[in-house]
Structures are given as C-alpha cells and as structure tokens.
C-alpha cells in the first residue's frame, strides 16, 4: 500500500479534484445501483423470510459499507475504485438463504471475507483465478442469474402492458446508448403502476435506519454452500473484470490492496446483513471515462462523491425498503430481470466461447441453475464441481489446438 502521508495530500486535492461532472457522474452510479443490483438484495431478503428491521439493516449495511470503503479506497489509491456488493452474490442468496439462518449467513459472510483478505495478503490472485477455467466459472454464473431472466417473462402474464413497456423501453434506450436503461424502465414502470393504482407509498418511514446486530453462527455445510460460491462469483464477475476496466482507462489498480480493503470492509459490515463487498466492474466504467473527469489522475473525485451518496442515501435503509415493498411484485421482477440481462448474456458468452471448456461449462450452468440441494449443500457448490469434473474428463491427455 502506498505511505499514509498520500492519503491525506489526496484528500486536500480533493476540493480541487472535485467537478461538477465528477458529481454527476457519482450520482448516475447510486441511481443504477438503486433500480437494479439494490433490488435483488431486496428479493433475496424477502426469500430469507428476514423482518423488515433486518431487510433495512441489511441495506444499511450494503449501501454505507459501499460507500465507505469506496471514499478510502479512492482516497488511499487516487484511483476511481468503488466497493459495490457483489450482484451475483446477492442473486445466489435468492435461492440459497431461505435454507439457513440468518446467523448462518453472516458466519458464511465472514468466512468468505478472510478468504478475500487472505488472498490479498498472499498476492495469490492471479493464480486462484487460474486454478479453475474461466468458462467454468461463468456457467456458474449464468446458472445463478438463469432465474431472474425466466423471471422476468414469468410475471408477463400478470402484467402485460407494464412488463411488456418495460421491456421495449430499456431496449430503446439501450440501442441509443443510454446510461442507465434500468432506470428508465422502472420509471415507465411505476408511471404505469400509479395510473392502475398499484403503488402503496403508505408505508415509507422518513427515519434513520439503527443497524441490527446479529452474531455468527460457523456452520461447515454452510460456508460450502455460501461461502465458497461467493468467493468463486466475486473474483470471477466483480474482480477480474474490474480490474480489466480500470486497466483500460489507464490505471493500475492495485488488485491485492483492493481485495485487503474489500475483505476487511466485508468483514466488519457483515454481522449488520451486508454479503460482502466486491471490486466494481460496471460502476468503475463509468467513472474511468473522461466524461467523469477530463483529468484521468482527478476522476477519484467521481467516487469520493459516489461514496458520499451512497452513505446518505444509506443511513435511510428503511425509507428505501417502505418505498421498494410498495411496487407490485411483477414491477420489481421486471427490473431485476432487464438489470441483470446484460450480464446473463455477457455470462453465457463466456461459459461457451472456448470450445475447449464448454462441456464443463454447460453442465456446471445446468447444474447451478437446477437450484437443487445435495448433502446439504447448494447447486452452485455443485456446479463448481460438476462441471471442474467434466472439464477434467474432456480434457484429460488431449492435445490442444495450435494457435
């Protein structure tokens, strides 16, 4: 890590640094993470059977840890890093968490932590990423995420107009480079819900959110079934790509001080719900770009201030989830299932692009998205060793193509 006395000439820069681009772009990243990844996190609540101080707490949690660890790490790296919670781990938790206790949870949470932190220190990244292939890796994803997308045309019969809407919407704006399509399409969304009288904005609670504590509980079928998956999804969807973008805006993100940060930030946030925090990969596109700052060595400002809205939005956990509980079921389905479209597919392209890995791949996506339990222990566990083994088997003594 670089000396302490550079953490704080940052932050004296940073008046300077600070634009009213670098604002704007910060603000764009909560709006996204707000009408898409935060919703999942909901969801996954709501399959958890968690009560509505537990669900608040865990936005809490999510969205003020995001924050925090994003404003140091800016500040100790003059980097745009930001520290989301992992998407793809919070879709895991839809189908997973409702099998355990919340203190399960939590311990498989913080076991998962010590690992990131542990593979920092050792500065082993490079070589965990390399002992399981990539196609892999990404089966397990696309299985993981298989059911937002069903999802999304599942509630199409009970909302047609909205779903329907939704969807021509967030491909409009896709195909003319709009930001953030989620939010347009859940704009649409909830025009078309109020017009049919389908919101409930009752039960909104302007109120500062107390974080509820809840202690560990170190189950081993657990963290098997928890914590490695989340390991496995958070280097694979939110930390090699990171690190790509970062790198292709000119940086050098130092990727073992950044898994230290995330570990640790993960570690202390999670016995308040948080499931860890994860190196951004879509968020950090849209800070590394000029249009975040023209001056690249100023653009930390963008998620200095990214950060600091997402501490304040935070701080009012339970407003977001009265407001969020008050869509119909059909409106939040939808936008999960457009948020994480591009990544099914992004997903998908990677489980079957090398020839080489893509019967591991497909059987370890069959296998996640089967959504089963076997001694205990999730599909995504099983996918992971699924499709190792089939890979293994194919690929055993075979010669591999010239290049």
Known sequence: MLPQVT????LRDLPASMSLSAVVAGFLVVLVGY???????????????????????????????????????SLWYRQPLTAPWSTAGAALLVTSLAQYTLAQAVGAYIVAAIAIVLLGFSGLFGRAMALVPQPIFMGVLAGVLLRFGIGLFNVLPEQPIMVIT??????????????APTLGALIVGIVIAALSGQLNMQNVPLTLTVPEFTAPEFDLRVIFSLSMPLVALALTSQYAPGQAVLKSSGYEPPINGILVFTGLSSIVFAPFGSPGSVLGALTAAMLTNPEAHPDPNKRYAASVAMG?????????????????????????????GLALSGTIGSSLTGAMADSRGREGALVAFLCTAGNFSLLGIGAPFWGLVAGIGINAIMQYKKPHPAA
Not at 55 to 73: D, F, H, R
Not at 313 to 329: D, K, N, Q, R, S
Request: proline share 3%.
């Open 308 to 336: 600091a809205f997402y501490i304040l939005f935070g701080m009012f956990g339970a407003a977001v989830v009265g407001l969020f509980a008050g869509f119909p079921p059909a409106l939040i389905a939808a936008v999960a």
């Open 7 to 10: 953490f704080w000439r940052n």
């Open 166 to 179: 939704m969807i021509v919407v967030f491909f409009v704006l896709k195909r003319f480079g709009f930001r």
């Open 35 to 73: 009408t898409g990844p935060l919703l999942i996190v909901l969801q996954a609540a709501e399959a958890g059977g968690l009560t509505e101080s537990q669900t608040s707490s865990w936005v809490w949690a999510c969205t003020v840890s995001y924050g925090v660890t994003s404003i140091l790490m």
